[in-house]
């Protein structure tokens, strides 16, 4: 249990915690609190609950994901992922369904991490990702379509098309007010992007639009339209259930231990690019079971690691689980003192926030860039997105894991149909290299079952040369998850100074390379199809003044 279950805040004050490093967490922490508050809010409201439950999971859920967690910056909460699965089960179940099916779901995360799963959820391969988040992005936007235009709806169809057709049919009630509001919070929030503000848009439109709002009486529906007053208060209560009803909550409380590990452990992924960290998989897990199997008793939704957040912690200087710590105790006192406030935010706000937060979520560049790559890539792609937008996540969840053991068995088969290595009549006789070069060989695919492996290998060695050859030699093909996968970590050596030089890449793996723009973070002369040509680039490296080899 002590291997798989280490928090990393625990390790922290073994290490040591100085005044300077809790000033920039305590910095840091302050500013994600108030970039939480309009998310959490949006987010509880799209999903079909009341604010308050979505300042309660962001706090609950977010300190106990900072104090058990496995990872050093992961800021935890409501996000955008889940709002699909909690407005349907809620749909279905009602809310007490709801939080039988989080809890239920926090003791699934909980097992996968005892029995450390946390590695395999890692190799969902990327086009299933991708395809999850795009659909999920256009589903939010979808439901957002109602309140940006102000349209006269009591109740919004679940079914996609269904939705759509329902808005074209009430157009006509349109509120021209809300449609302005909308466009405002949307301008407001990128322009704090453009100009790199301290203070996040969100919360700037909120601030600015709600009284403008109130004062001037303007007739555009808000929170308090739908939901009435708003608690401040925390408080404990038990949902009813029968326990004979049990095994109806299995699937939904499956769909969300689903997305929730692999949000999580894909957050704590990038946030390790981000610090040159690595974070424990497991106990990441299970400090997500534990946030969600006690969030729920506060009347709470599904949390999960959040990936705009954590950036947003690093950015600032977080750097332990103490700035995530200190985020949660922000919005507790924000809830305590100015919570019942939150009634007065106009739901076009909300609609505006909601929709950048899409944008953001759908990754079309990478959608893009998988279309043009090879058909199995595009067929898990294609079919897990339209699942995702047209049927339910729940089946394209299932489906996606299926798909992806297919994609894993077409490309073992595909090993063996590939050509030999083009150069590996070449010496491996490294004993005459120059010390500050270093070399790493990849033997086998790079694809999304191996891809993690090799580029932690290829991260921790390459900092500790100034010029990393790589020899793919015996690399027979790359798919989409391994290039992400390469290109990120040859950014993060890039950031480090280190120079990486390219043998052996066959064909097939430079047009994967090209697809996936790789020109831009690496220049085309370091790609070479033997190792001495490779080798003599990076003596000519060694020499060349205009190259920075510092460390």
């Known amino acids: 249990m002590n291997t798989l279950f280490k928090p990393k805040f625990f390790t922290v004050l073994k290490e040591g915690y100085g005044k300077e490093q809790f000033t920039k967490d305590a910095m840091s922490g302050v500013v994600v609190g108030i970039v939480a508050l309009p998310l959490a809010i949006a987010?509880?409201?799209?999903?079909?609950?009341?604010?308050?439950?979505?300042?309660?999971?962001?706090?609950?859920?977010?300190?106990?994901?900072?104090?058990?967690?496995?990872?050093?910056v992961q800021i935890g909460g409501p996000t955008g992922a889940f709002i699909v699965i909690v407005y349907g089960i809620i749909e279905q179940y009602g809310l007490g369904g709801l939080l039988i099916s989080t809890v239920l779901a926090g003791f699934i995360l909980i097992a996968f991490g005892l029995l450390q799963l946390g590695n395999l959820l890692k190799f969902f391969p990327r086009p299933l990702v991708v395809g999850f988040t795009s659909g999920i992005a256009l589903v939010i936007f979808s439901t957002q379509i109602k309140d940006a235009l102000g349209l006269d709806i009591v109740k919004v169809p679940a079914d996609f098309t269904q939705k759509w057709m329902m808005f074209a049919q009430e157009i006509h009630t349109l509120n021209p007010w809300s449609i302005v509001i909308t466009l405002l919070t949307i301008a407001i929030i990128l322009l704090s992007t453009k100009y790199k503000s301290i203070v996040p848009g969100s919360f700037i439109a909120i601030m600015l639009i709600t009284p403008v709002i109130q004062i001037f009486s303007i007739p555009v529906p808000t929170i308090e339209t739908y939901f009435g007053e708003i608690s401040g208060k925390l408080s404990l209560s038990i949902p009813d259930f029968e326990w004979g009803s049990l095994g109806n909550y299995l699937q939904p409380a499956l769909t969300i231990a689903l997305l929730g590990g692999i949000e999580s452990l894909l957050s704590a992924v990038v946030a390790d690019g981000m610090i040159s960290g690595k974070h424990r998989s497991n106990t990441e897990l299970i400090a997500q079971g534990i946030a969600n199997v006690i969030t729920p008793f506060f009347g709470g939704i599904p949390a999960t690691g959040a990936i705009a957040r954590t950036a947003t912690n690093i950015k600032n200087g977080g750097r332990t689980p103490v700035a995530g710590i200190i985020h949660a105790i922000t919005l507790l006192f924000i809830m305590l003192f100015f919570g019942k406030w939150a009634k007065l935010i106009p739901m076009s706000v909300l609609a505006g926030i909601l929709i950048v937060v899409s944008y953001n979520m759908s990754e079309w560049r990478s959608f893009r860039s998988i279309l043009k790559g090879r058909s199995f890539d595009v067929l898990v792609l294609l079919s897990t997105f339209l699942l995702t937008v047209f049927v339910d996540l729940t089946v394209a969840l299932e489906i996606g894991v299926v798909l992806?053991?297919?994609?894993?068995?077409?490309?073992?088969?595909?090993?063996?149909?590939?050509?030999?290595?083009?150069?590996?009549?070449?010496?491996?006789?490294?004993?005459?290299?120059?010390?500050?070069?270093?070399?790493?060989?990849?033997?086998?695919?790079?694809?999304?079952?191996?891809?993690?492996e090799y580029c932690e290998v290829i991260k921790n060695l390459g900092i500790r040369n100034k010029i990393l050859i790589i020899r793919m030699r015996h690399v027979p093909f790359m798919d989409s998850t391994g290039a992400h996968n390469l290109k990120d970590t040859i950014k993060t050596l890039k950031a480090e100074n280190v120079q990486i030089v390219l043998s052996g890449v066959n064909k097939q793996v430079k047009e994967c390379m090209l697809k996936n723009q790789f020109e831009k973070i690496i220049d085309l002369n370091n790609i070479h199809v033997n190792f001495d040509e490779a080798l003599k680039y990076a003596n000519e490296l060694i020499k060349s003044p205009k190259i920075k080899l510092h460390k």
């Open 404 to 452: 992806a053991s297919l994609l894993f068995m077409k490309r073992m088969s595909d090993i063996h149909s590939m050509q030999e290595p083009i150069d590996s009549d070449l010496i491996d006789d490294y004993s005459n290299i120059p010390h500050e070069i270093g070399i790493y060989e990849i033997s086998g695919p790079l694809f999304f079952a191996s891809a993690k």
């Open 43 to 72: 987010f509880a409201v799209a999903s079909g609950v009341s604010p308050d439950k979505g300042l309660v999971t962001a706090v609950i859920a977010g300190f106990l994901i900072s104090f058990l967690g496995g990872s050093r």
